[in-house]
């Protein structure tokens, strides 16, 4: 079974700029996760979507990200325009179904944003 | 490719039990980070280790590194069963790879 994937691995922009990153949720993944950690400080969350909705959006640091996950598939996080402060690893997870015993959530290997 | 293990990934146990939750990595790390991740919610971060022959507690839970042997352990005292969740340890070299283990899905019994 494939897992969570997540492209590009690394992204180097110039500030001002515009980048999406995308997330493939584990197929039959309903739950799927944003995460960012800036270098040097902790993983912090961004958002949760169940399916298409947005269930959780309290980790959005401001109006400059934008997520989407049309037909409850793939997901996106669209920055724009991108600071320096953006600049970290940004984690994908997905998890199958939540308040029973499949919700572990599953890591993608990141996408590591460098803002210049 | 820096990979990470983790051993058990399921562990049921008896309230008032000691365990040990196992965490190995493919190559020189520069830091070694627990978290837990409870149903539904995002990870909360418990330790993180940063030297060889680091040890830090917290409450019931114990976190240690050897970084000769590339391992890391978790180990639990006397288990509740607020602990039931998932354990995750990741590992980062710096301004490199930071790369999380699989999980470990604890479960404590009544």
């Known amino acids: 079974e494939a897992g969570v994937t997540q492209f590009p691995s690394h992204s180097v922009i110039e500030k001002g700029q515009t980048v999406t990153l995308r997330c493939d949720p584990i197929?039959?993944?309903?739950?799927l996760y944003w995460y960012r950690r800036v270098m040097g400080k902790e993983i912090k969350f961004l958002l949760h979507f169940v399916k298409e909705s947005k269930q959780d959006e309290s980790g959005m640091p401001n109006n400059r990200f934008l997520a989407e996950r049309t037909g409850g598939t793939y997901s996106t996080l669209k920055v724009q325009p991108a600071e320096l402060e953006d600049s970290g690893v940004y984690f994908c997870a997905s998890s199958q179904s939540q308040g029973l015993n499949t919700d572990t959530q599953y890591f993608g290997p990141g996408t590591r944003l460098t803002v210049l | 490719e820096l990979k990470v293990e983790q051993n058990p990934l399921f562990l049921s146990m008896q309230e008032g039990k000691n365990y040990t939750i196992y965490c190995n990595y493919s190559?020189?790390?520069?830091?070694l980070y627990w978290y837990r991740q409870d149903p539904g919610k995002s990870l909360e971060s418990l330790f993180v280790?940063?030297?060889?022959?680091a040890v830090k507690q917290e409450g019931r839970l114990m976190a240690s590194l050897d970084t000769k042997a590339r391992l890391s352990t978790l180990h639990i005292t006397a288990a509740v069963h607020d602990l039931s969740a998932t354990y995750f340890c990741a590992v980062e070299v710096y301004g490199q790879n930071f790369v999380f283990g699989p999980g470990t899905r604890l479960s404590v019994l009544p």
């Open positions: 280790l940063l030297s060889n022959g």
């Open positions: 197929s039959g993944h309903d739950n």
């Open positions: 190559t020189t790390s520069d830091r």
